[in-house]
């Protein structure tokens, strides 16, 4: 609990004595912005998918199913092979300076 006094002009006599509750290292905004960021990336995501498999479900050549589990596996294996080869790509460009 933080406690701080506030001294007239003179700076002898406290006029005012306040407590306040200080929040605990913010644990409250990160996890507010850990799921807000949550849901965002979730919801570009799905728009991803949408845009991918809607045409091909809408003619029938693959059930709602079965879009659900190809995007599942293309999803990862793209964001893995992004995640694993875009770095390397940045080093070796960066090297070659």
Not at 18 to 39: A, N
Request: proline share 3%; net charge negative; glycine share 8%.
């Amino acid at each position: 609990m933080l406690t701080f006094q506030t001294k007239n002009l003179t700076g002898s006599l406290p006029l005012v004595q306040s407590s306040c509750e200080c929040p605990d290292d913010g644990v409250e905004i990160v996890l507010i912005v850990l799921f807000s960021s949550c849901v965002s990336i979730w919801s570009i995501g799905a728009n991803d998918v949408a845009n991918s498999y809607g045409t091909s479900v809408a003619s029938g050549s693959l059930t709602l199913l079965q879009a659900g589990i190809l995007q599942t596996f293309t999803e990862f294996i793209g964001n893995g092979a992004h995640d694993l080869l875009v770095p390397w790509a940045i080093i070796r460009v960066l090297t070659n300076v």
